[in-house]
């Protein structure tokens, strides 16, 4: 087991965002946090990359609480929501520091560039790109980093098709290589031909775990897609799922 959440509960004020919220994660595999806006999954994220500290419960990884790992040894990278940068750089000084940062050769650097179709931004800064290019450039920044567990906030927002595809193989290459991936999104049709499990994620209590089949046989919901099971077991209305990020548990 690589990641444990046990009766962990949050508060923001008044607001409930996460009750008594409990899941493992295990090595080598690509989970997908499944909820609509406000279920409690940015909330979740901030958790596990320690944002966040929770009002009730613990948090383990390897066995041991994540406050106990300093921040250089802790094996967890992150793509957030929005995307995070240095303002002065361009993307090629972007990808050169963590290369060096993080032990990883022009190889490494250059397989990213080219299967994200960063070339011709390289020189650019952040505040020059597309709001795609941005995405493709966080997703390079994470992938360059040691880590076991890769934790992506809205990965597929602003992506074309094409570079949808591109980072679905990224993704699976690393649970390929033992490493675990955890996807937060609302883009059910996207991660249901790839993730290993899924946690069913509603007003911070998770209602359903486990592969699509384990959920649908638990809730007699056969030939139901990943997005009808969903909606079925939540009550959720399709609307209810946006492309806006999830200020979602901050202010729900």
Not at 10 to 33: D, M, P, T
Not at 156 to 165: E, H, V, Y
Not at 170 to 184: A, H, N, P
Not at 194 to 221: N, Q, S, W
């Amino acid at each position: 087991m690589l990641l444990k959440f046990e009766n962990v509960s949050k508060s923001y004020g008044r607001v409930r965002a996460l009750h008594k919220v409990s899941f493992n994660i295990n090595q080598g595999e690509i989970v997908g946090l499944i909820g609509a806006n406000g279920a409690g999954k940015t909330t979740t994220v901030l958790h596990i990359v320690r944002y966040l500290v929770p009002d009730e419960g613990r948090i383990t990884l390897k066995g041991k609480p994540v406050s106990q790992y300093d921040d250089a040894s802790y094996p967890v990278t992150y793509m957030p929501d929005t995307p995070i940068y240095y303002e002065e750089l361009t993307v090629n000084e972007h990808l050169k520091l963590l290369a060096s940062v993080y032990g990883k050769n022009k190889k490494d650097v250059d397989n990213l560039i080219e299967r994200l179709e960063l070339e011709e931004h390289l020189d650019k800064i952040p505040d020059a790109l597309s709001k795609g290019t941005k995405q493709k450039l966080m997703i390079a920044c994470a992938a360059l980093r040691n880590f076991d567990l890769f934790v992506a906030d809205e990965p597929f927002t602003g992506l074309d098709p094409k570079q949808i595809r591109v980072l679905k193989d990224i993704f699976i290459e690393q649970r390929e290589t033992g490493k675990t991936v955890l996807l937060s999104t609302h883009l059910l049709d996207v991660i249901e031909s790839f993730c290993d499990r899924y946690i069913f994620l509603h007003k911070g209590v998770i209602l359903a775990e486990g592969t699509k089949e384990d959920i649908a046989k638990a809730y007699g919901l056969n030939n139901y897609t990943l997005e009808e099971l969903y909606l079925e077991i939540t009550g959720e209305d399709i609307r209810s799922f946006g492309e806006e990020s999830e200020a979602d548990d901050m202010d729900s």
